[in-house]
Nanobody, 117 residues
């Protein structure tokens, strides 16, 4: 069992930056692939960025060059650095942990990011 707690969301002006954190507890963090997803009102949840247990990363086209995902296995934490934020980045952002080997997936409770002037 893995518990995920996101933090770092808030209100920011267009062009600004935020860093989201997701702290994991309850299992061996380093074996999990981690991801950040987002869900805007009236839209489906979509993947934003992902980082494997081996630290390979992937990004949605809409955030490439602006967002950076990273992980610190010593702190059991995954981060999402978001720069050059746009109003269309407004959404609830969710942290996800996935293990293909264990065939399990966990979600955090989400953190709101609002980009508005």
């Amino acid at each position: 069992q893995v518990q995920l707690v996101e933090s770092g969301g808030g209100l920011v002006q267009p062009g600004g930056s935020l860093r989201l954190s997701c702290a994991a507890s309850g299992s061996i963090f380093s074996i999990y692939d981690m991801g950040w997803y987002r869900q805007a009102p009236g839209k489906q949840r979509e993947v934003v960025a992902a980082i494997t247990s081996g630290a390979s990363t992937n990004y949605a086209d809409s955030v490439k060059g602006r967002f950076t995902i990273s992980r610190d296995n010593a702190k059991n934490t995954v981060y999402l650095q978001m720069n050059s934020l746009k109003p269309e980045d407004t959404a609830v952002y969710y942290c996800n942990a996935y293990s293909d080997y264990l065939d399990v997936m966990y979600w955090g409770q989400g953190t709101q990011v609002t980009v508005s002037s």
